[in-house]
């Protein structure tokens, strides 16, 4: 996606206009290094806390592993090379990767946010309607299957026609659309509809309807003695996931902007300050893939647990008995309606701040079959 800037337009000229100072480079190169090592490590901790605790094996956290993975790899195989190649103007790897760099990052963009889309539906099923059927682990897969397949085919075009051409100062690599005039354009319309607009549409409207039902009202269906202890787990799994759309729709707003307006007025594009502007809404963009482990750290306990089992090591980091259970595994049997599991345990969420309530009440009460879903 970042590359298409480098379309037409560039391959008209002959001399590199994106040379910067040396001071300029090193702090750039900061600002990508950092987001580069939180993606990366970030999102591997996620990873790893989901697939080495069967509690977390669940039909929001699998929603949130492919969402991990996409993430972790747009950083580790997307980023660095994107300001490598937005700082420098000059390509340097190749025509094979060139069409993997302009392929991958809608594919994995379109992963991501579809990934929150269906966790979005989950949400509304567990919530409006928890009476009905939920999604199994082979339904759940198969709808992760789905979007990557999805995602490639709305990603192929970038790669068929991407192409790298050497000019007598440097090496371009670009979408060479057949109607380089209008193609990259009308494509990056339909790319900002499918994996934007459209999807923040649905879960704009799924918690709008969840919100309500969470915060200005019952929850159907739901009259146990755990009601009010309930509600607020919904609340908070609801509370985290708005949270981790937001700041996706927030740091891929000015990305699209750009290229719209950019698109409209192709003489945006030799303004002296268009390449600073440019790695400014590509950083923010970029960052997109960090933020979610951090979201996860601080408003959910069994996500928090594992990664103070990661940086137990450090000095100022304690993992308590209470830690330890979060993340234990716990006995699984099946539910008539088809969930995943139901847990013999108390959700860890509904507990008092006072750590011997919650050893009381770990033993004494147990969770419905929609908490299980967290």
């Not at 591997?44 to 989901?50: K, P």
């Not at 025509?95 to 760099?101: A, G, P, T």
Request: hydrophobic share 45%; net charge positive.
């Amino acid at each position: 996606m970042a590359s298409e800037r480098d379309g037409s337009n560039s391959t008209r000229n002959l001399t590199n206009q994106f040379v910067q100072p040396a001071w300029r480079i090193a702090l750039w190169s900061v600002a990508y290094s950092s987001v580069l090592s939180v993606a990366v490590f970030g999102n591997l901790i996620v990873i790893w806390i989901i697939l080495a605790h069967k509690r977390m094996r669940t039909v929001t956290n699998y929603f949130l592993l492919n969402l991990a993975f996409s993430d972790v790899s747009t950083a580790a195989f997307n980023t660095l090379i994107n300001f490598i190649y937005a700082a420098h103007g000059e390509w340097y790897f190749g025509e094979v990767y060139c069409r993997f760099h302009n392929f991958f990052p809608v594919t994995a963009v379109f992963s991501s946010i579809y990934s929150m889309t269906a966790i979005a539906m989950d949400r509304y099923m567990a919530i409006i309607h928890p009476l009905k059927p939920r999604l199994s682990a082979k339904a759940t897969m198969g709808i992760i299957v789905c979007i990557w397949s999805l995602a490639v085919i709305l990603a192929f075009p970038l790669c068929y026609f991407s192409t790298t051409r050497a000019l007598p100062r440097r090496t371009l690599c670009y979408v060479a659309w057949p109607r380089m005039a209008d193609d990259s354009f009308k494509y990056h319309i339909i790319v900002t509809v499918l994996v934007y607009v459209l999807p923040l549409v649905v879960m704009g409207i799924t918690y709008t309807i969840i919100g309500v039902t969470l915060w200005g009202g019952e929850i159907p269906g739901d009259s146990s003695d755990k009601y009010h202890g309930q509600l607020r787990a919904k609340r908070k799994v609801v509370k985290m996931m708005i949270i981790v759309v937001v700041t996706f729709a927030l740091c891929w707003l000015p990305y699209h902007i750009y290229f719209i307006v950019t698109g409209l007025n192709k003489r945006l594009s030799k303004w002296k300050y268009i390449q600073q502007v440019y790695l400014s809404v590509l950083w923010l963009a970029m960052s997109s893939t960090m933020y979610n482990p951090i979201i996860y750290c601080c408003l959910n306990s069994r996500f928090r647990a594992g990664f103070k089992r990661v940086f137990c090591w450090c000095p100022f980091i304690r993992v308590s008995t209470y830690d330890e259970l979060e993340l234990q595994n716990t006995r699984l049997r099946p539910d008539h309606q088809g969930s995943m599991c139901t847990l013999s345990r108390v959700d860890t969420s509904i507990l008092s701040k006072d750590k011997s309530t919650h050893r009381s009440r770990f033993n004494s009460e147990s969770i419905n079959k929609d908490s299980c879903q967290q």
